[in-house]
């Protein structure tokens, strides 16, 4: 598990915007990202398939990651380079076995309680949050205190933890001087009027995109 972890995750969402999937990944990738999940939460299975290939020729081309939202059947058909799994989703031990030493798992973690559930979980990085509400998820946990952040930070350290939930642009500063590894976003980019330039601009907020 020595794989690099990007500190910008930028991730496809189900848009009502004219572009699907595949578009966004595009555009992210042409203006600079370097780490996509790919995330859909209404795409049947057969869609899910044939959007994840196409994206993953994509990430190929330029040398970018693929990560799968939640889906590690997917991740291992398309040989995506791994998957970020939420609570309800495989286990992480069971994703492990499934997708092998060298794929790269991430882990949702929502709680102090949840650091101290999964410290010792064989995965790569930890996805925090929420770190401000967000429409982009049902069910939303409640957004995480400052306090509750360092707590979260010491039991999981030394992974990699990256700040997920309705990020901005105006959020990197803090999220990085916390001692956050890094952070993801979604609508704050997907939703924006010029999305190529909006992830430029999250780029540009970090050394190595």
Not at 128 to 144: E, W
Request: hydrophobic content about 40%; glycine content about 8%.
């Amino acid at each position: 598990m020595e794989n690099k972890i990007a500190r910008f995750h930028y991730l496809t969402q189900d848009v009502i915007s004219g572009k699907d999937h595949v578009q966004l990944a595009m555009i992210a990738c042409k203006a600079g990202a370097r780490w996509v999940q790919f995330r859909s939460k209404l795409l049947p299975y057969p869609e899910l398939i044939k959007t994840a290939t196409a994206i993953k020729k994509i990430t190929d081309s330029i040398g970018a990651v693929l990560i799968i939202n939640d889906h590690v059947g997917i991740a291992k058909e398309v040989m995506a380079h791994g998957v970020h799994l939420g609570k309800e989703d495989v286990k992480p031990v069971e994703a492990r076995k499934s997708l092998g030493a060298d794929c790269i798992i991430g882990l949702t973690i929502n709680s102090e309680e949840d650091a101290m559930k999964n410290k010792n979980a064989p995965v790569n990085y930890f996805g925090m949050g929420p770190y401000r509400y967000t429409t982009t998820k049902k069910n939303l946990s409640s957004v995480l205190r400052k306090s509750e952040i360092q707590n979260i930070l010491e039991i999981l350290s030394p992974k990699p933890v990256i700040a997920i939930g309705g990020i901005q642009l105006e959020d990197i500063k803090d999220i990085m001087n916390a001692g956050i590894y890094g952070f993801a976003v979604s609508s704050a980019i997907n939703l924006s009027e010029n999305l190529g330039e909006s992830v430029k601009r999250f780029c540009e907020e970090m050394e190595d995109c």
